[in-house]
């Protein structure tokens, strides 16, 4: 794993992210809470997952599946899961709010998700994200950036970013050996800071920028994957509101090839 570092800059026009614009939109964070052993999870609940991804196509909404338990988890989805109060599966959450799916109100729940998520939509954003992924055949090397868009007053802002990937195929109860999970949330950039980076506490000015740098290793494993194909990385800008990571902004980018820039300022 590479060292990380924050690069706290205010702006006036001397840099900014080749290739990649910050988000203009305010986003929304949608998490399964999910588990390979668990029969409604791949029941009811997986139709309802899969409705939701084809409903928010081309919207400003991340969509992913947390594994907390079986053989799908991962430390990072496990993290994830337990910023949620709740212990039972399956369980959807919109930002941190369960919205208490439950196998005989879907078709309710998802009209609702829906008509939020437009509303969540429209607000201007107070900070926009983004960030560039490139994947050399042995690592992933991540440039990460919020800019924050108006003055604020107090606050506690953590910025990371995370590998998704886009199909996995693996076993699912109640769907076979064979089911074809998707947005399947696996690692973060950073190393045991599962919601990235401490950018800033405490007041923040308009126009300031924060920018960490992170990536993944895979030097010595025996087989290394494709990254550039079939994966992407999510940015999150999150803020603690009680003791909780709550999402103030988000971005998905996809993950380009050594072909790629490796120059992410201009």
Known sequence: MKNVFILVLFVFGFF?????????????LVSKKTA?????????AWDFYHD????????????????????LMTPTAKAMSDN?????????????????????????????????????????????????ATFDGVKIDVTSKAKFIVDLEGGDY???????????????????????????????FTEGAYFGENISSGSVDANAEFVVESGL??????TILDYSNGFKVATIL??????????????VQSVDGI???SNVFS
């Open 52 to 71: 939701l991804i084809d409903d928010q196509q081309n919207e400003p909404t991340l969509l992913w599946a947390l594994n907390y338990s079986g053989g």
């Open 217 to 222: 290793d895979f030097t010595g494993q025996s």
């Open 238 to 251: 999150w803020s603690v509101v009680d003791g909780k990571y709550t999402p103030f902004n988000i971005n």
């Open 158 to 188: 953590w910025l990371a970013s995370y590998l998704v990937q886009d199909e996995l195929i693996s076993s699912q109860a109640g769907q076979g050996n064979n089911a074809k999970h998707v947005n399947v949330l696996l690692h973060t």
């Open 84 to 132: 949620f109060p709740q212990n039972s599966q399956p369980r959807f959450f919109l930002n941190n709010d369960d919205m208490n799916v439950l196998a005989g109100n879907t078709v309710e729940k998802l009209a609702e998700f829906k008509q939020v998520l437009e509303s969540l939509s429209l607000f201007p954003p107070f900070a926009s994200v983004g960030s560039i």
């Open 16 to 28: 900014s992210l080749q290739a990649q614009e910050l988000s203009d939109k305010q986003w929304s």
């Open 36 to 44: 390979d052993w668990c029969p409604p999870c791949g029941g009811y």
């Open 259 to 261: 072909s790629a820039t």
